[in-house]
């Protein structure tokens, strides 16, 4: 799609058309969204401490949970691997240590509000499902992810995840039949 490469030469969804303003990549999409059509700043405070703390739970997501991911299981998912490297393995598992860390005593991942870092980081966690991955070793996590789904659910969590989770448990799982 020529006209697409146009606008967006990553090639990457999702990427955004506001009025002519062409921006993508989730995290930043979802930033700037929500600062200039939410009615409040709830989901991404202008506070600057409370805003960092939501920008730096979305830069662990991205550069640690969400990559390392990417690493393991989407080789395997996308029949470009017959095997899973278990060194990308223990990665997943630090990064997901981690994130219980950051979640010990907090409701949501920047503290005790739903913010636009919890819709990254439950997603992160939805996907990684799909893989077989057990988040119940975290505790933390675990439960987060349950009150993530609640909350989220009146803007169709489990609708709008359906399709994908859908898709990468069945390429994930054809790939690891086909490897075995």
Do not use: W
Request: hydrophobic fraction near 40%; proline fraction near 4%; include cysteine.
């Amino acid at each position: 799609m020529p006209e697409f490469l146009q606008i967006n030469p990553q090639h990457v969804i999702p990427t955004i058309n506001d009025n002519g303003f062409i921006l993508c990549e989730s995290r930043p999409i979802m930033a700037y969204l929500v600062s200039k059509y939410a009615r409040n700043d709830s989901f991404y405070p202008k506070e600057p401490k409370e805003r960092a703390v939501v920008d730096q739970m979305m830069y662990f997501d991205a550069g640690s949970l969400y990559s390392n991911l990417v690493k393991y299981y989407f080789p395997v998912a996308r029949g470009l691997a017959n095997s899973i490297n278990e060194a990308d393995l223990a990665r997943v598992e630090k990064s997901f240590k981690v994130l219980n860390a950051f979640l010990d005593g907090k409701e949501f991942a920047a503290g005790d509000n739903m913010t636009i870092a919890d819709f990254t980081i439950s997603t992160t966690i939805c996907v990684i499902l799909c893989f077989d991955f057990d988040i119940s070793r975290y505790d933390n996590v675990a439960a987060y992810y349950d009150r993530c789904k609640e909350s989220l659910e009146r803007f169709g969590f489990e609708e709008v995840h359906a399709m994908g989770v859908k898709a990468f448990t069945e390429m994930y799982h054809a790939n690891l039949q086909e490897s075995s």
